[in-house]
């Protein structure tokens, strides 16, 4: 019988997106690459999986700066693991706390 738990086939690439404002208040105005040292730190710590892959990119399309946001794209997490990713993020004060859950 096949253990799926450990299986990585059926996990998606899923992103996020974190404002930089939020960035800028939680590590101090241009420390971009402080935060996503933090949330790749934060990526592998809710995923041990050797394949998770976690990438960023600017989202800087919209006029207004408060829209500006950095991409956190990751691949290779589980819902669970994801979810826990996620409240990393928010306990970093990146993003809300995901409903019902609490930090």
């Given at each position: 019988?096949?253990?799926?738990?450990?299986?990585?086939?059926?996990?998606?690439?899923?992103?996020?997106?974190?404002?930089?404002?939020?960035?800028?208040?939680?590590?101090?105005?241009?420390?971009?690459?402080?935060?996503?040292?933090?949330?790749?730190?934060?990526?592998?710590?809710?995923?041990?999986?050797?394949?998770?892959?976690?990438?960023?990119?600017?989202?800087?399309?919209?006029?207004?700066?408060?829209?500006?946001?950095?991409?956190?794209?990751?691949?290779?997490?589980?819902?669970q693991e994801y979810e826990q990713f996620l409240l990393a993020?928010?306990?970093?004060?990146?993003?809300?706390?995901?409903?019902?859950?609490?930090?």
């Amino acid at each position: 019988m096949k253990n799926i738990r450990f299986s990585r086939a059926n996990a998606s690439q899923r992103t996020q997106s974190v404002p930089l404002r939020l960035i800028a208040q939680a590590f101090g105005r241009d420390e971009v690459d402080s935060a996503c040292d933090e949330m790749l730190a934060a990526a592998r710590t809710a995923c041990s999986a050797p394949q998770l892959s976690c990438s960023f990119s600017p989202e800087c399309e919209h006029p207004n700066p408060w829209y500006h946001a950095v991409a956190v794209s990751v691949e290779g997490m589980q819902d669970q693991e994801y979810e826990q990713f996620l409240l990393a993020l928010a306990r970093l004060g990146l993003i809300e706390a995901p409903r019902g859950d609490r930090l």
